[in-house]
């Protein structure tokens, strides 16, 4: 089985006739069916939960993560200040 990651805006799960409650049921319940691709899975959901014109913006973003080897995954230490991030992206490689 694997594990999916669900990102979404509120539009997604409230609606003038629905409050936030029961669009989370409804999410839950959607999830709970196996689909056989992300796409479908995301199609299902929409389908659940949205009306033909929904009236907010929605956003649905469904992921599988998977385990990475240590060779794949770059670890830093970045001080508190607010530039510090900003200058490890334009000196890849540098450690910070």
């Known amino acids: 089985m694997w594990e999916s990651m669900v990102l979404y805006t509120d539009g997604l799960i409230e609606a003038r006739d629905r409050d936030m409650d029961q669009g989370l049921d ?24 949205l009306p033909d014109r929904p009236q907010d913006d929605v956003a649905l973003l ?13 670890t830093w230490d970045i001080t508190a200040d607010p530039t510090a991030a900003a200058r490890c992206w334009q000196q890849p490689g540098s450690g910070c």
Request: net charge positive.
């Open 26 to 49: 409804i999410l839950r319940q959607t999830l709970a069916r196996p689909t056989r691709s992300l796409d479908e899975a995301c199609d299902t959901v929409l389908g659940a939960l």
């Open 62 to 74: 469904i992921a599988r993560p998977r385990s990475l080897d240590a060779g794949q995954v770059a």
